[in-house]
C-alpha cells in the first residue's frame, strides 16, 4: 500500500512539471575507513533532482547550470531510457550519451543538460536525472 501511495504521488509530482530538489546532506560521510569528507567539502557541494516526463521524440527544455572553474558536474540520469546532451556556454556539444558522467569546467560559463526522449516507445518516457556540482 505505501509503495502505490508513493508511486501516485511521484506521478503526480511528474504530471505537474514541478521541479524537486534535494540538498545535500550535512553529515560527514565515510569513505572507505580512513577518509572522511570535511565540513567545508560538503558546503561547496551542491545536488538536485530534476524529473522529466517526456513523449516519444519530444527533447526537454535545456537545464542551464551555471560552473566555476575547476568544479565538476556529475549527472545520474535513471529511467526506461535516459538519452541526452551536455552543451557549453557557446552551444557546443560536450558529450551525448545515456549513462552518467562527470563534466570538469575548464573555465567559468553555463553548461545546459537536454533530455530526448526516443521516437521508437510508445510510452512516455521518465527520467530521474540527479545532479551534484562539486
Known amino acids: 500500500m505505501n509503495k502505490q501511495l508513493l508511486s501516485i504521488s511521484m506521478l503526480s509530482l511528474l504530471l505537474s512539471g514541478a521541479p524537486a530538489y534535494a540538498s545535500a546532506s550535512t553529515d560527514a560521510q565515510v569513505q572507505g575507513e580512513s577518509h572522511k569528507v570535511s565540513m567545508e567539502q560538503q558546503k561547496q557541494e551542491q545536488q538536485f533532482t530534476k524529473y522529466y516526463y517526456l513523449s516519444p521524440g519530444q527533447l526537454s527544455q535545456k537545464e542551464a547550470i551555471y560552473l566555476k572553474k575547476g568544479q565538476e558536474l556529475r549527472i545520474s540520469p535513471k529511467g526506461s531510457f ?53
Open 82 to 134: 535516459a538519452n541526452y546532451t551536455v552543451y557549453d556556454a557557446q552551444n557546443k556539444r560536450i558529450w551525448s550519451g545515456t549513462t552518467a558522467i562527470i563534466i570538469k569546467a575548464n573555465e567559468d560559463g553555463y553548461r545546459y543538460v537536454q533530455f530526448q526522449a526516443p521516437y521508437s516507445y510508445e510510452d512516455p518516457n521518465v527520467i530521474v536525472a540527479t545532479y551534484t556540482i562539486q
